[in-house]
């Protein structure tokens, strides 16, 4: 008890020490402590994921926890039995990959902690009974999008032969199986479409580069017609190594990428990215909302979904909707 009393006061001076020491919703609030296991920091939009989590904490007035894993799934595991054992109110919990989780999440099960899933899903036999609630994007949705947009661009363009190189994101994540999952059904009935190669980047921008030097040595410039990237990090690493090369990114070869952050929507304003799916990640204050109903006994929905879209080089990107985080 006295190290979980402990652990309260350091959570909440870690609240106020990182910034997040706003006026709290309910003063009931300051009691309670969550653990949050983030999964890395691969991406600009993992660093403003984790940053919108520990924002809306402060603001919420939650003593906060946050443990990175560095995209190591056993430090995920690890940081989650420390919270179990520091009797945290409530783990919230970004999963690397979908599997591997059933014993931990057991475990904090046991302790009568709920688990709020954060932008990634758990897949297991038992997985409804192995966290109270996910809040994060509709993946198969968003490579949906992503399929959407390009048949309306072999349209306009009128391409007869269109082949795809994937490069995707980190395998067994959610991310990745369903942005994947989305896109070929979109495009799959159609006779157009080829995709002749996928591979991984990890979603890491270094990865990206790596990834379209490979496919410019295996395909040549000529042999791709579209490179469909499951972030934004990775479509930047792959379009330097286009520019270097002397290919003009989104003419000799049609860029397709998912997040959103500015430097990608700029890229896109710019006539250098030919299409960005929307994937949120202010994810925090949803989140934090549901702790606080949790807590207060009320029911809270099982999964949310923020609203996200797409903007394209067939829209009108002077709207000023269309803008990255
Ligand atoms: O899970 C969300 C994905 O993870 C984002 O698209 C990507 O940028 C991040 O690394």
């Known amino acids: 008890m006295r190290k979980c009393a402990m652990a309260v006061l350091a959570a909440v001076l870690m609240g106020i020490l990182s910034g997040c020491a706003a006026k709290p ?57 420390s919270f179990i054992a520091y009797q945290v109110d409530v783990i919230v919990f970004s999963p690397i990959v979908e599997t591997g989780w059933d014993n931990v999440l057991n475990e904090a099960k046991q302790a009568n902690i709920p688990v709020i899933l954060v932008d990634r899903m758990i897949a297991s036999e ?85 990834c379209m030097t490979f496919l410019l040595e295996k395909y040549g410039r000529d042999g791709i017609d579209v490179i469909y990237s499951h972030n934004d990090s990775m479509t930047l690493g792959a379009l330097d190594i286009l520019e270097k090369n002397g290919i003009q990114p989104a003419k000799d070869i049609l ?40 807590k207060a006994g009320r029911e809270i929905p099982r999964v949310t979904h923020p609203k996200e879209g797409a903007f394209s080089d067939l829209d009108d990107l002077t709207d000023p909707a269309v803008e990255g985080f």
């Open 126 to 210: 038992n997985a409804d009974d192995l966290y109270t609630a996910y809040v994060g994007a509709d993946f198969y949705a968003e490579g949906c999008r992503a399929g959407e947009y390009l048949i309306r661009k072999a349209d306009a363009e009128r391409m007869e032969h269109v082949r795809i190189a994937e490069i995707s994101g980190t395998p067994d994540s959610t991310p990745m199986r369903d942005r994947q999952r989305g896109f070929l059904d979109t495009i799959g009935e159609d006779g157009r479409f080829e995709i002749i190669d996928s591979i991984s980047g990890d979603f890491l921008r270094s990865k990206g580069e790596e």
């Open 25 to 81: 919703a309910d003063p009931e609030n300051r009691a309670v402590v969550v653990g949050f296991s983030q999964l890395g920091a691969e991406s600009s939009w993992r660093i403003a994921n984790t940053k919108s989590v520990e924002a809306a904490a402060g603001q919420y007035g939650f003593g906060l926890m946050t443990e990175n894993a560095n995209q190591k799934q056993e430090k995920q595991i690890d940081a989650i039995r």
């Open 255 to 294: 860029l397709i990428t998912v997040d959103g952050e500015r430097e990608a929507v700029e890229a896109l304003k710019a006539g250098r990215i030919n299409c960005v799916v929307q994937c949120t990640p202010e994810l925090g204050d949803e989140v934090m909302r549901l702790v606080q109903d949790l």
